[in-house]
């Protein structure tokens, strides 16, 4: 291995190391602004370190002496082996990243009173507790009610105490009123 492979593997782990803590104060100042829990920032800025650490592992395994054919192996292994693990469990990886795009840019906050409209399965109450995995709602009645991240983008989500309305009514109606 070169000098000069050495010293970009060099700067590599030092922007890592730089870039993972500028990264936990950025993600922490975002959450402090927000008022999003402790844990919460916590879960957020764990999975994106683990991002920035494959990135620079994948960086590192390519200015080594590795052979493009040899970092091909081992990452397609690597992620085969995770591919089959989370197949089973796609949803995990979703409400993962659903949860991220949560942190950083859904209007309602922990506090909020919500609904999710789902026909005749919408669930409300106060927004207790936002996971990695799910979102927990306070009921009125005192239960607590947990809904998927991932599915928190599929279906609509009313923000206070008010309930959505028709946008449109028919020329009928409009002439009843």
């Not at 957020?44 to 620079?56: D, E, G, K, N």
């Not at 960086?59 to 002496?65: A, G, Q, R, Y």
């Not at 052979?67 to 085969?80: H, I």
């Not at 928190?152 to 009843?176: L, M, Y």
């Amino acid at each position: 291995m070169s000098i000069n492979s050495l010293l970009l593997i060099a700067l590599v782990v030092v922007s890592f190391i730089y870039g993972q803590k500028k990264l936990a104060q950025v993600v922490l100042a975002f959450g402090e602004n927000r008022n999003i829990a402790k844990t919460r920032i916590h879960y957020v800025t764990w999975v994106l370190r683990a991002i920035l650490a494959l990135l620079a592992l994948m960086v590192i395994s390519m200015l080594s002496d590795l052979g493009f054919n040899d970092f091909g192996l081992f990452f397609s292994s690597m992620f085969a082996v995770i591919g089959v693990a989370l197949f089973a469990q796609w949803s995990i990886l979703s409400n993962v990243t659903a949860s991220i795009i949560v942190f950083f840019f859904f209007p309602y906050r922990v506090g909020h009173q919500v609904k999710i409209l789902d026909g005749d399965n919408s669930i409300e109450g106060q927004l207790e507790e936002i996971t990695l995995f799910h979102v927990i709602l306070l009921a009125d009645n005192g239960a607590k009610l947990t809904f998927p991240n991932a599915m928190v983008f599929q279906k609509a989500v009313v923000i206070g105490e008010h309930q959505p309305t028709r946008a449109a009514k028919s020329a009928d109606e409009q002439e009843d009123n």
